[in-house]
């Protein structure tokens, strides 16, 4: 018998029930109709975000119209930090920019994915982001859905040279007397990030 014949239908249930769950915490969220960006169509299509817009597709992208750190990597990769929210779930759902700032075309780094193989097995994604907690010297990894799926952006694993994608990383909120962390991104400078 074929055990890997359900794969597949599972993995898209999952991601479908991912992309619901983080709908339905965007319309408790709330959030304002201002902000957007020019590269729109070139969004996740479950980001979730503090200030929201949507493409002509129905996609949410993030508020790129602020920048809260901007981390440049030796490969030509840079990314930026557009924000990092509080969400009233419990959440902390940080958005941002990738670039590939070189003129040829790059794959995105497989350490990016994380080192955790049942993440390995869910495809491309930033679940190797890490979000440091200095004061309460605590760490944070990107949260996982039911299925073991990161909330955080997938599929992303080549950019054109001089484009961008657009991403979000949902990780459990630190207390609220933490008002800054450090953002850690394998093969990248660490940043500190304000948390709004």
């Known amino acids: ?15 479908a029930l991912a992309a619901v769950a983080l709908t339905v915490s965007l319309t408790a ?30 996609n949410t992208v993030p508020d790129t119209s602020q920048t809260l750190a901007t981390v440049n990597g030796s490969d030509g990769f840079q990314i930026l930090i557009h924000t990092a929210a509080r969400d009233d779930g419990g959440f902390l759902t940080v958005t941002g920019t990738i670039k590939n700032t070189s003129d040829k075309n790059q ?17 491309r994604s930033l679940a190797g982001f890490t979000l440091v907690d200095k004061a309460e010297k605590k760490r944070y990894y990107v949260l996982r859905d039911t299925d073991g799926n990161p909330l955080t952006s997938t599929g992303i694993s080549r950019i054109s040279g001089g484009e961008s994608e657009t991403f ?20 990248m400078p660490t940043t500190t990030i304000a948390i709004s």
């Open 107 to 123: 794959g995105a780094p497989i350490e990016w994915n994380g080192k955790e193989s049942q993440i390995q097995r869910t495809g």
């Open 29 to 58: 969220c709330g959030g304002g109709d201002d902000g957007g960006s020019d590269d729109a169509g070139k969004a996740s299509s479950s980001a979730p975000a503090g200030d929201k817009s949507e493409d002509d597709g129905g």
């Open 1 to 15: 018998m074929n055990m890997r014949h359900g794969t597949k239908p599972r993995r898209a249930a999952g991601y």
């Open 168 to 187: 979000f990383a949902q990780f459990p909120a630190p207390p609220d007397s933490t008002s800054e962390v450090d953002l850690q991104m394998p093969l």
